[in-house]
């Protein structure tokens, strides 16, 4: 290994793991924005519009939230996948 190399890889290390922390901090202001946003502090105005037969701001505490944490998750894992290969960390 070249000494350049292992100079390098702490900074390859560090990109990646900053760009892993930015994702999962959009990820989890999503996650909070939808679960006690939605669900929550604006449950009053949400439940003026009606969807599907129910009201927005319950839809959104019971079943939207889930919906959008199952998205997430996918989200997660392919920006991650794209992330790992984009710093060649990724699995063979």
Same mark, same amino acid.
Request: glycine residues 8%.
């Given at each position: !290994?070249?000494?350049?190399? #292992? ?8 990109? @990646? ?12 202001? $999503?996650?909070? %924005? #939808?679960?006690?946003?939605?669900? &929550?502090?604006? #449950?009053?105005?949400?439940?003026? &519009? !009606?969807?599907? *037969? @129910?009201?927005? *701001? ?5 079943? *939207?939230? &889930? /919906? &959008?944490? %199952? #998205? =997430? $998750?996918? %989200? /997660?894992?392919?920006? !991650?996948?794209? =992330?790992?290969?984009? /710093? ?5």
């Amino acid at each position: !290994m070249q000494p350049e190399q #292992v100079h390098a890889q702490p900074s390859k290390a560090a990109q @990646y793991w900053s760009e892993n922390l930015r994702l999962l901090a959009i990820l989890l202001t $999503i996650w909070f %924005v #939808v679960s006690f946003g939605f669900g &929550i502090l604006l #449950v009053e105005p949400l439940n003026a &519009i !009606m969807l599907g *037969g @129910y009201p927005l *701001g319950f839809w959104f505490a019971q079943q *939207g939230s &889930i /919906y &959008i944490f %199952v #998205v =997430l $998750i996918f %989200v /997660y894992a392919t920006a !991650m996948n794209r =992330l790992d290969k984009k /710093y060649d960390f990724g699995e063979e």
